[in-house]
């Protein structure tokens, strides 16, 4: 997903600043895409040289901070916007999740420690999906597009946690037989001792 093109979509539904893009993006749609400010305001600047966005407020900041800048989507920007929206799209599945890079490696750590994060991650996941199923009922209201995703993302989420728990039942109960082996082995090995 281009960054831009997430942008103009979100102006669709209101005027907004540059932080409550990223915030938007980072509250409703984390389990698609993540976004950070050095992404959003060289977009927007891009977005308004090109004519796609414009200013709507400039507000100064408190406290003697940067302005406070609300921008609006233009005509110009809700065209490229559609011709972007009725493009062909690279349909490859992607998911970047820097946990899921660590845990492939697990095996080469220790497995309390990797337990222990997997039982963060869990805490991480179940607190979202928390969050997302508090929030459905106002995405409901939003279309039946939006509500269709809102709900990928809760069903996306749940089946993370299930996953995870999953996981950690089965390191641990790998763990637990590892653990009965070497038993077993120092056992025999005591009794050729005393043989």
Same mark, same amino acid.
């Given at each position: 997903?281009?960054?831009?093109?997430?942008?103009?979509?979100?102006?669709?539904?209101?005027?907004?600043?540059?932080?409550?893009?990223?915030?938007?993006?980072?509250?409703?749609?984390?389990?698609?895409?993540?976004?950070?400010?050095?992404?959003?305001?060289?977009?927007?600047?891009?977005?308004?040289?090109?004519?796609?966005?414009?200013?709507?407020?400039?507000?100064?900041?408190?406290?003697?901070?940067?302005?406070?800048?609300?921008?609006?989507?233009?005509?110009?920007?809700?065209?490229?916007?559609?011709?972007?929206?009725?493009?062909?799209?690279?349909?490859?599945?992607?998911?970047?999740?820097?946990?899921?890079?660590?845990?492939?490696?697990?095996?080469?750590?220790?497995?309390? =420690?990797?337990?222990?994060?997997?039982?963060?991650?869990?805490?991480?996941?179940?607190?979202?999906?928390?969050?997302?199923? =508090?929030?459905?009922?106002?995405?409901?209201?939003?279309?039946?597009?939006?509500?269709?995703?809102?709900?990928?993302?809760?069903?996306?989420?749940?089946?993370?946690?299930?996953?995870?728990?999953?996981?950690?039942?089965?390191?641990?109960?790998?763990?637990?037989?590892?653990?009965?082996?070497?038993?077993?082995?120092?056992?025999?090995?005591?009794?050729?001792?005393?043989?």
């Amino acid at each position: 997903m281009s960054v831009r093109f997430a942008i103009l979509g979100l102006l669709h539904y209101r005027n907004m600043h540059g932080y409550e893009i990223k915030r938007h993006i980072e509250n409703h749609f984390g389990h698609m895409w993540t976004i950070n400010y050095g992404q959003i305001y060289p977009n927007l600047k891009s977005l308004e040289e090109e004519g796609c966005v414009t200013l709507a407020d400039v507000t100064p900041a408190e406290r003697g901070g940067p302005q406070k800048k609300l921008y609006a989507i233009t005509p110009e920007g809700r065209k490229k916007f559609l011709h972007w929206l009725e493009s062909e799209e690279d349909s490859r599945m992607s998911l970047r999740d820097p946990f899921l890079m660590r845990f492939i490696f697990f095996s080469f750590g220790n497995r309390e =420690q990797s337990l222990a994060i997997i039982d963060k991650q869990i805490r991480i996941y179940e607190k979202q999906l928390d969050k997302r199923r =508090q929030h459905l009922e106002r995405w409901r209201e939003r279309g039946e597009y939006v509500r269709l995703v809102a709900e990928l993302g809760e069903e996306f989420n749940l089946m993370y946690v299930q996953w995870l728990n999953r996981a950690r039942q089965e390191i641990q109960n790998n763990k637990e037989q590892e653990g009965m082996k070497e038993n077993s082995l120092e056992e025999l090995s005591r009794k050729k001792q005393v043989q």
